[in-house]
């Protein structure tokens, strides 16, 4: 199995670099490799004796473009190179990329851009902390509105490479190339949708140097918990696979429980029940088959089920109601130390109280499920847990605050563990923007638990499976369809 991808920060990768310089390899070799690595990919989008517009910036991001910019014309490509600023600013290893470029270095606000048949981005890279402006700002825009393709090196100048967040303006690429690592913004939104299909190019920083630099976020994919999936034996029996429990609301609100129920059930638990209150039952009961229904009048009647030790994981929340009666069941399941999905209702009836959650779930394997709008109001008054620009330091604070896996939702999702493990997904589909879709999460991730899978491994597979299965759909799916796609998406992972 290959290994878990590695995502490191703009910081880390900084140090990453450094450590590479230290055990030997130059800084000027880790730059003509990342130019080496930008004329490969240069070449998928323009054939030879195309003309290309290099657009170099002050920093190291403009000495791989110089260096991109030398190999292009000894390969026989029409290059003209335009430098924010001057000659005499740069320093380093750019300073030294940029004599070995024979040709003229232009202002860069005079290239024009039209003419050519592909841009290359190499003004800003990762060090960017402020908005683009003046004369920058002025030529990204020229760039975005020349129609011709943009090749971005490292990453779309103008995106934030911690967080994603377009500062001021930003490049749009139809492809980015950079090195060792992807970045943050390679993953989160918006910067995802700006770069294009990313390459990651081996420029010779070798993965121990990455890992002891970063080794705690993570794309996710199945290289990062694939190991963890059950896989039944001959000789297994549904008990070995766990009872999954799923509350649903009242009579009129019944549906997300049963798509939580119906998705447990797909991704394997051995059985499911709906803990159902007493004017639903008969709702429920006429649309359950395989799943089990019990009677359950509130937090006494989830207090006397959960006696049996048999109901192993419990989802909470999906159509159950805001109400003191809700956080009084989240109480009984935390108190029972079941593993725990909480999600929609069971997190809005925390709105502002989120003191009551701090530290409470380290001894209950919990996952929280909530998309922007449920975090900030269940963190109200914790400027601490909402402030940080970065959605990855949201989700760790969360989850070192509650002591649960926070699954931030949104087509970026964040999983983040309290030890401060954290993955983004980036295999999701606007079409799982529909009505239960998250009560469908909901019932994968808590069908994992069930069958012992870790609560951070159960939450990165189940947002992975959730986005794969809504991917296969594609337009039209509705959340009905979910559960249903799951079994071809298992099958391909476990052949």
């Known amino acids: 199995m290959t290994a878990s991808e590695l995502v490191l920060t703009p910081s ?26 930008v004329v490969d990919s240069a070449e998928k989008l323009a054939s030879p004796g195309s003309r290309v517009a290099v657009a170099c910036g002050p920093g190291q991001n403009g000495g791989d473009g110089f260096v991109a910019a030398t190999i292009l014309a000894e390969r026989g490509y029409r290059v003209r190179l335009g430098l924010l600023g001057s000659l005499g600013r740069l320093t380093g290893d750019a300073a030294e990329a940029a004599r070995d470029w024979t ?13 050519a048949d592909l ?14 402006d003046g004369a920058a700002r002025h030529v990204v825009d020229r760039m975005n509105g020349s129609g011709r393709p943009i090749l971005a090196v490292d990453l779309p100048s103008g995106i934030d490479g911690g967080t994603g967040a377009v500062r001021g303006i930003a490049v749009k690429a139809v492809r980015t190339v950079t090195f060792a690592a992807r970045k943050p913004c390679h993953l989160l939104m918006p910067g995802r949708a700006h770069g294009g299909p990313v390459e990651v190019a081996d420029i010779g920083i070798g993965r121990e140097i990455l890992e002891a630099k970063g080794g705690s976020l993570f794309a996710n994919g199945p290289a990062l918990w694939l190991r963890s999936l059950p896989r039944p034996g001959l000789a297994s029996h549904k008990y070995e696979r766990g009872h999954t429990l799923v509350a649903s609301g009242g009579a009129t609100r019944t549906g997300a429980a049963r798509l939580a129920a119906r998705a447990a059930l797909r ?16 709702v429920n009961a006429a649309h359950l088959t395989a799943i089990m229904l019990k009677g359950c009048d509130g937090p006494e009647g989830l207090h006397t089920i959960l006696q049996d030790a048999r109901f192993n994981s419990l989802v909470l929340g999906p159509a159950l109601g805001v109400h003191a009666g809700t956080r009084a069941m989240v109480a009984v399941a935390v108190q029972a130390r079941r593993n725990l999905v909480l999600d929609a209702d069971a997190l809005t009836s925390f709105e502002g109280l989120a003191s009551e959650l701090h530290g409470v779930f ?36 969360a989850a070192a605050y509650t002591g ?51 609560a951070f491994e159960a939450a990165c597979a189940g947002a992975w499976i959730h986005g794969e299965a809504g991917a296969s759909f594609g337009p039209g799916l509705i959340s009905e369809d979910l559960a249903e796609l799951v079994p071809g998406v298992l099958r391909d992972l476990l052949r």
């Open 12 to 37: 880390e990768m900084k140090q990453a670099d450094l450590e590479a310089m230290a055990r030997g390899i130059p800084g000027i070799e880790l730059m003509r490799r990342a130019g080496c690595a």
């Open 103 to 115: 040709g003229e270095v232009e202002p860069v606000e005079d290239l024009s851009f039209q003419e």
């Open 119 to 132: 841009i290359v981005d190499a003004l800003f890279g990762t060090g960017l902390s402020r908005d683009l």
């Open 267 to 282: 991704i394997g638990s051995g059985l499911v029940t709906v803990a159902s209150s007493p004017e639903a039952l008969g």
């Open 362 to 397: 380290r001894h209950a394997p919990t996952v929280l499920t909530p998309h922007d709008g449920e975090f900030g109001r269940l963190f109200k008054g914790h400027p601490d847990i909402l402030d940080p620009e970065s959605k990855i330091e949201r989700a760790r604070r």
């Open 404 to 454: 649960a896996v926070v699954l931030l939702k949104g087509p970026d999702t964040v999983i983040a563990a309290p030890d401060g493990r954290a993955a983004i997904n980036d295999n999701g589909t606007p079409y799982l923007a529909t009505a239960g879709s998250g009560d469908t999460l909901c019932g994968l991730i808590a069908g994992l638990m069930a069958q012992h899978v870790p």
